[in-house]
């Protein structure tokens, strides 16, 4: 549901692009991209770091572009984004041996540390990917084609989601409700 969610600021983002241009898609896509985070501020009352680091590049490079109407710094904000995140990641994993998934997600999810260990680096290869595949696409395709590919690249994250999910699945431990207690064979038919 997530992931669905984070397709918000761009799906005003596409659809702006398609009514005006890329600038006004960029002012969408700044004001949709402070109102998801007051949103997950409000339910969750604090904003996870990731999106908390969207939002200020999302904010920055908006900035930029329409301050200096150039389309190239909205264009590249989402290789500069996933560059800095594989390289974040592989500096804290390589350089300083800390698992920062394991960091974020240690509370919600128990799992063995070598799987912890293969998705740190499966995110930092997806993150090299779609920086790439970004960049890719800014340099050799129209803008109208970079918005379409907004839109139909969120696929990627989308299967990468699902990938880690399938993998990670047989590997977690289930947690234990201490108020549901093992029913034996004798007590499973009786009344309490």
Same mark, same amino acid.
């Given at each position: 549901?997530?992931?669905?969610?984070?397709?918000?600021?761009?799906?005003?983002?596409?659809?702006?692009?398609?009514?005006?241009?890329?600038?006004?898609?960029?002012?969408?896509?700044?004001?949709?991209?402070?109102?998801?985070?007051?949103?997950?501020?409000?339910?969750?009352?604090?904003?996870?770091?990731?999106?908390?680091?969207?939002?200020?590049?999302?904010?920055? #490079?908006?900035?930029?572009?329409?301050?200096?109407?150039?389309?190239?710094? %909205?264009?590249?904000?989402?290789?500069?984004?996933?560059?800095?995140?594989?390289?974040?990641?592989? %500096?804290?994993?390589?350089?300083?041996?800390? *698992?920062?998934?394991?960091?974020?997600?240690?509370?919600?999810?128990?799992?063995?540390?070598?799987?912890? *260990?293969?998705? *740190?680096? &499966? @995110?930092?290869?997806?993150?090299? #990917?779609?920086?790439? %595949?970004? &960049?890719?696409?800014?340099?050799?395709?129209?803008?109208?084609? @970079?918005?379409?590919?907004?839109?139909?690249?969120?696929? #990627?994250?989308?299967? #990468?989601?699902?990938?880690?999910?399938?993998? %990670?699945?047989?590997?977690?431990?289930?947690?234990?409700?201490?108020?549901?207690?093992?029913?034996?064979?004798?007590?499973?038919?009786?009344?309490?």
């Amino acid at each position: 549901m997530k992931t669905l969610f984070d397709l918000f600021p761009v799906l005003l983002f596409f659809g702006a692009y398609k009514l005006f241009d890329i600038y006004v898609a960029t002012g969408v896509m700044m004001a949709a991209t402070v109102l998801q985070s007051a949103y997950t501020y409000v339910r969750e009352r604090s904003l996870p770091l990731m999106q908390k680091v969207t939002l200020i590049m999302v904010l920055a #490079f908006g900035a930029v572009t329409l301050g200096l109407h150039d389309e190239r710094f %909205i264009k590249w904000k989402p290789t500069v984004l996933y560059t800095c995140l594989a390289i974040g990641l592989g %500096i804290a994993v390589f350089a300083l041996r800390k *698992n920062f998934l394991r960091a974020l997600l240690g509370s919600q999810l128990e799992l063995p540390d070598a799987i912890w *260990n293969r998705l *740190n680096v &499966a @995110w930092i290869a997806y993150c090299a #990917f779609m920086a790439a %595949i970004n &960049a890719y696409v800014v340099l050799n395709y129209s803008t109208e084609e @970079w918005v379409n590919f907004k839109l139909w690249g969120y696929v #990627f994250p989308l299967v #990468f989601i699902v990938g880690q999910g399938l993998y %990670i699945a047989p590997h977690m431990k289930l947690a234990e409700d201490p108020d549901e207690a093992p029913v034996s064979p004798d007590d499973a038919g009786k009344k309490p």
